[in-house]
């Protein structure tokens, strides 16, 4: 889950991290009173779920209170790359000496958390990471220790010559690790960390992305959620609970079980095919779950053909039968359908698909075969 750059910046602010004063408004005379309350030049910016907002238009300088309420009414319902602009973040604006990078993530191959510094701030570190690597320093976390005081201090040091911003850098280093490790994070980034014209250091910018499986342990995270930035399809599915991740193929993917699902999306792809989803119905049994599952794939525009594996363990190959009929009987589908399901109750199920026009497959390539040519080949004869 993402968090907005105003709500980074509130806990940053908690654990100590210097960031300027800040206020959210929704609409342009809002902007205006707050920045007439910081008084002198502010920096309106676009709240969305994405970075580049800088480069996209959706940050901006405004001299005076007239001028923010100007800049906030461009901003406000601006479209950056697909997300539509609902709040700005009104902050005193700063002189910036320099930029540079900070950031962790989760590093699946070292399976540590590693820190990323660089001098190189204020433009996308996928960016330098792919034209300049050697300007990232980067410091695995070992977590059995955390991050150690030596750690930091060295990173500082490779972004700032001068002591006392290296001292204040390192703080700021800890700093954000805490954050990271206390909230469940998968990411947390400043970019740009600045350098004032004072001398001061400063996070002008604040990422998060918390990883979804903490969100149980985190219900004050979970109230941050801003699901007007979050694909419908997995806001429904989430309310359903199901596991769906929205992805950019055409072949819609119903499996049960992970493992399964992931094994589909190869197979989609081995033969040719893009999955245009990912998703777990779950092992427990009930209609209900098809239903919503099959209202979320078919609801997305680019789904071509949909294809449901089902291997009837705990989950009842007769229930998924009855809920394709039930979910089709109240809305027709309109693209066509390759159902391969083995196992529990198979007999019963194939009979209620027959039953119901619908012709059932046990062979798992055929099937995902049979779904990738009718994706491709654009039929829409419902199979
Ligand atoms: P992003 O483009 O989505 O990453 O948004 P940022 O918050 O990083 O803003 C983009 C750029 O705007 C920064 O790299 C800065 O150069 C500039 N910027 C942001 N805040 C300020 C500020 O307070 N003062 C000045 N002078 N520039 C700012
Ligand atoms: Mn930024």
Redesign the pocket.
């Known amino acids: 889950m993402n968090l907005h ?1 105003y709500q980074a910046k509130d806990i940053f602010r908690r654990f100590g991290i210097p960031v ?1 004063p800040g206020e959210v408004a929704s609409t342009p005379e809002e902007a205006e009173q707050i920045a007439r309350r910081y008084g002198g030049t502010v ?1 309106v ?1 676009a709240q969305v779920h994405t ?5 996209a238009g959706g ?1 901006k ?1 405004a001299k005076t209170a007239a001028e923010a309420r100007d800049v906030a009414s461009r901003i406000l319902g601006m479209n950056i790359k697909g997300l539509v602009v609902a709040k700005v973040l009104v ?1 005193p ?4 000496a320099t ?1 540079a990078y900070l950031g962790i993530i989760i590093d699946r191959e070292s399976k540590r958390a590693v820190v990323m510094a660089s001098a190189a701030g ?1 433009i996308d570190i996928e960016e330098v990471a792919a034209t300049a690597p050697e300007k990232i320093v980067k410091l695995p976390v070992d977590p059995r220790y955390g991050l150690l005081p030596f750690e930091s201090t060295r990173l500082a040091f490779a972004l700032y010559g001068d002591p006392r911003q290296a001292k204040a850098a390192a703080a700021i280093v800890r700093q954000l690790y805490g954050v990271f490790a206390a909230n469940g994070a998968s990411l947390v980034e400043i ?2 960390l600045v350098v004032t014209a004072g001398g001061e250091l400063a996070a ?2 604040g990422k998060m992305v918390i990883d979804d499986n903490e969100l149980d342990r985190h219900p004050e995270l979970e109230a941050l959620r801003d699901k007007s930035e979050e694909a419908a399809s997995e806001v429904a599915a989430r309310e359903a609970n199901l596991t769906f991740i929205k992805l950019d193929g055409n072949v819609g993917c119903v499996v049960n079980g992970a493992g399964l699902a992931m094994a589909t999306m190869d197979l989609v792809k081995y033969y040719g095919g893009q999955p245009a989803n990912f998703l777990d119905i779950g092992g427990s049994s009930s209609p209900q779950k098809v239903i919503n599952a099959l209202r979320i794939i078919a609801a997305d525009p680019n789904v071509r053909a949909i294809l449901f594996n089902i291997f009837g363990g705990i989950t009842r190959t007769d229930d998924v039968a009855n809920g394709i009929v039930a979910a089709t009987s109240q809305n027709p589908l309109t693209v066509p359908v390759v159902i391969r399901l083995t196992g529990t109750n198979e007999e019963i199920a194939v009979a209620i698909l027959k039953e119901h026009g619908y012709a059932a497959m046990t062979d798992m390539d055929e099937a995902v075969k049979r779904a990738v040519a009718l994706a491709t080949g654009g039929g829409s004869k419902v199979a």
């Open positions: 750059e300027p920096v910016k970075g580049g907002r800088g480069k940050v300088l902050t604006a700063v002189d910036i930029e204020g970019n740009p002008l910018d």
